[in-house]
């Protein structure tokens, strides 16, 4: 099959070109740096020409509401466009587990996106994981200062290799809605994933200071709440396979 990947460069994207080459797919990077601008719209109708089925993991980094809502909004709604004039027969939205629970600025923008997405003319699937083992590091990066607060939330996280798996997988499938949502094998404390971070060298070194959050977000609201498919990489066994000290010497 030839396929889309929407954010082809991003940290998901690269592992879903990566998988979608090694079972024999045709894979279509879909961003700037190809000459496609998902904001504009340029560039992706030369792109979708020929292209059965587009995989979305195009991704925007802010913590403001209306940058994430304006971004998934446009982005979504030009690449909807696109794929039905293309006569695309299945896209696939990567989206986040509990965002209708956490109400997080960031997840508004996402939750704009899955509507888009439901309200579209191309067939979809739309398939909500669960934060990546990289959560902790991104965390720690957005807190300058010689300690790091960091909220106490539950979190299940999942390899971004095993979620490019499950995206490449459902692809060459019927599309189905709203798939099972997607976690990793064990549920963890944000926190404790910092900790064991900046010690395997993955972070610079400075206390860790669990901050309570109220409500759903400190309560396990990003946990899911049903059955479905689980990852089999632990943090742990993440951390071991990264060789962080060796990068930071």
């Known amino acids: 099959m030839k396929i889309a990947v929407a954010g082809g460069t991003g940290l998901t994207g690269r592992n879903v070109v990566q998988v979608l080459r090694t079972t024999g797919h045709e894979p279509v990077v879909l961003a700037r740096s190809q000459g496609v601008d998902l904001l504009s719209g340029a560039g992706l109708d030369s792109a979708l020409a020929g292209v059965d089925a587009v995989?979305?993991?195009?991704?925007?980094?802010?913590?403001?509401?209306?940058?994430?809502?304006?971004?998934f909004d446009q982005a979504g709604r030009n690449l909807v466009s696109a794929?039905?004039?293309?006569?695309?027969?299945?896209?696939?939205?990567?989206?986040?587990?509990?965002?209708?629970?956490?109400?997080?600025?960031?997840?508004?923008?996402?939750?704009?996106?899955?509507?888009?997405v439901r309200t579209g003319d191309v067939p979809w699937t739309i398939l909500r994981a669960t934060q990546f083992h990289e959560f902790a590091g991104q965390m720690l990066d957005r807190l300058p200062g010689p300690l790091a607060l960091v909220p106490g939330m539950k979190t299940q996280p999942i390899a971004v290799r095993e979620v490019a798996e499950a995206l490449a997988g459902l692809i060459t499938q019927p599309p189905?809605?709203?798939?099972?949502?997607?976690?990793?094998?064990?549920?963890?404390?944000?926190?404790?994933?910092?900790?064991?971070?900046?010690?395997?060298?993955?972070?610079?070194?400075?206390?860790?200071?669990?901050?309570?959050?109220p409500g759903p977000?400190?309560?396990?609201?990003?946990?899911?709440?049903?059955?479905?498919?689980?990852?089999?990489?632990?943090f742990d066994g993440w951390l071991a396979a990264n060789p962080f000290?060796?990068?930071?010497s």
């Not at 995989?55 to 304006?70: C, E, F, L, P």
């Not at 027969?89 to 704009?112: C, E, F, N, Q």
């Not at 990003?222 to 089999?232: C, D, M, N, Q, V």
């Open 83 to 116: 794929s039905h004039r293309a006569g695309v027969r299945h896209l696939l939205t990567l989206s986040i587990v509990g965002i209708d629970r956490v109400r997080l600025p960031y997840y508004a923008g996402k939750l704009r996106q899955e509507e888009v």
């Open 176 to 213: 189905q809605a709203t798939a099972p949502d997607l976690a990793g094998p064990r549920i963890e404390s944000l926190p404790s994933m910092a900790r064991r971070l900046i010690a395997a060298g993955g972070s610079r070194h400075r206390p860790v200071i669990p901050l309570p959050i």
């Open 55 to 71: 995989i979305d993991v195009s991704n925007v980094t802010t913590n403001k509401r209306d940058v994430a809502v304006g971004f």
């Open 217 to 234: 977000t400190g309560s396990g609201g990003l946990i899911p709440t049903t059955e479905g498919p689980r990852g089999h990489q632990t």
């Open 245 to 248: 000290k060796a990068q930071r």
